[in-house]
């Protein structure tokens, strides 16, 4: 059956650093891939998208991979502040544009 | 103005009621979804339409039944509530369903729903 795993629940770094959240799927083909931002009480927001046949996509802090052969994305936020904190969410896009969720990473991030 | 609007924001009632969410986009999507967010945050989706047709019907009991009176709404009622059902649902809207900018979905507030 189809499967999407974030790295960890949490992940607690300091300001400024970078942080990097993982993406691993199996059983899926997805034809794009999509990260989202929720914070506490609201809907998810969406960040950045990334097709199958594309390696990497950059907006501002954020910078997202992916990578079909090992079934993964990574996405970078770097000079992370404490604004950035928040849960981020991974998706995965089939046919009919139906996407599956991970059950996302709670990111801290310390002045 | 709110791009996707839910009502009510919360909803507390018990077993075996019926009760209703309201969702509403200005954004001139033509396709609308309702997703479940359990209390571990996973995220899954329940049904989409596409121009008020159904699109995805995930694997959810009958007593939920979508209905959508135009491409602008997207109402969920649900019979005979049961305790499991407590949780977040959120409604989203999206441009359609193929090409790129096409799977961008846009959010509602959410409808923290409890069952006691």
């Known amino acids: 059956s189809q499967k999407i795993e974030q790295n960890s629940e949490a992940l607690n770094i300091q300001e400024g650093k970078t942080a990097t959240l993982t993406c691993n799927y199996t059983?899926?083909?997805?034809?794009?891939l999509q990260w989202y931002r929720q914070d506490p009480g609201r809907g998810p927001v969406f960040l950045l998208l990334?097709?199958?046949?594309?390696k990497e996509k950059r907006k501002e802090r954020l910078k997202v991979t992916f990578d079909t052969t090992l079934k993964q994305s990574l996405f970078h936020i770097t000079a992370s502040q404490p604004a950035d904190s928040a849960t981020y969410l991974c998706?995965?896009?089939?046919?009919?544009?139906?996407?599956?969720f991970g059950d996302g990473t709670t990111l801290t991030v310390k002045p | 103005d709110t791009a996707v609007s839910q009502t009510p924001k919360y909803l507390v009632t018990q077993m075996g009621n019926d009760k209703s969410i309201k969702c509403e986009q200005n954004?001139?999507?033509?396709?609308m979804y309702w997703y479940k967010q359990d209390s571990k945050k996973f995220l899954k989706i329940m049904f989409s339409?596409?121009?008020?047709?159904?699109?995805i019907n995930e694997t959810v009991p009958n007593r939920f039944s979508p209905k959508s009176p135009d491409k602008a709404h997207l109402n969920l009622h649900i019979n005979s509530l049961e305790l499991g059902d407590s949780a977040v649902y959120f409604c989203?809207?999206?441009?359609?369903?193929?090409?790129?900018?096409?799977?961008?979905?846009?959010f509602g507030p959410g409808t923290r729903l409890t069952v006691t």
């Open positions: 989203a809207s999206s441009q359609g369903l193929a090409g790129e900018n096409s799977y961008e979905q846009y």
């Open positions: 059983n899926y083909s997805p034809a794009y």
């Open positions: 990334i097709r199958e046949n594309e």
């Open positions: 998706a995965l896009v089939g046919n009919a544009g139906k996407s599956t």
């Open positions: 954004l001139g999507h033509d396709t």
């Open positions: 339409y596409n121009n008020k047709e159904l699109i």
